[in-house]
Nanobody, 122 residues
């Protein structure tokens, strides 16, 4: 297993969660990484992407100002800090590694994590 997510759960509206994605060293060093999400009956949406070389970050309009993507090179871990969660953020969240960032989407995904469920409900 190359990408392992954790940190999902159930939270009330307005709450926070931090997702983690532990990557193998080769993936972390050689690929751009980011987060997607998919709600039931909807297409998979690129939430955020980070450019490993420049540190540039990109976000979907729906999460801008509330979510923050970051990485820790010491542990080969990608994070997604999610604040101000809304019921519409409810989805399965996936970590992905690929060839680049096309806005908030990882382009040319080579590796997917297994996903972690986030549920925002009162």
């Amino acid at each position: 297993v190359q990408l392992v997510e954790s940190g999902g759960g159930m939270v009330q509206p307005g709450g926070s969660l931090r997702l983690s994605c532990a990557a193998s060293g080769s993936i972390y060093s050689n690929y751009r990484m980011g987060w997607f999400r998919q709600a039931p009956g909807k297409e998979r949406e690129g939430v955020s992407c980070i450019n490993r070389s420049t540190g540039s970050t990109y976000y979907a309009d729906s999460v801008k100002g509330r979510f923050t993507i970051s990485r820790d090179s010491a542990t080969n871990t990608l994070y997604l800090q999610m604040n101000g969660l809304k019921p519409e953020d409810t989805a399965m969240y996936f970590c992905a590694a690929g060839g680049g960032c096309s806005g908030s989407r990882v382009r040319g995904v080579y590796y997917w994590g297994q996903g972690t469920q986030v549920t925002v409900s009162s």
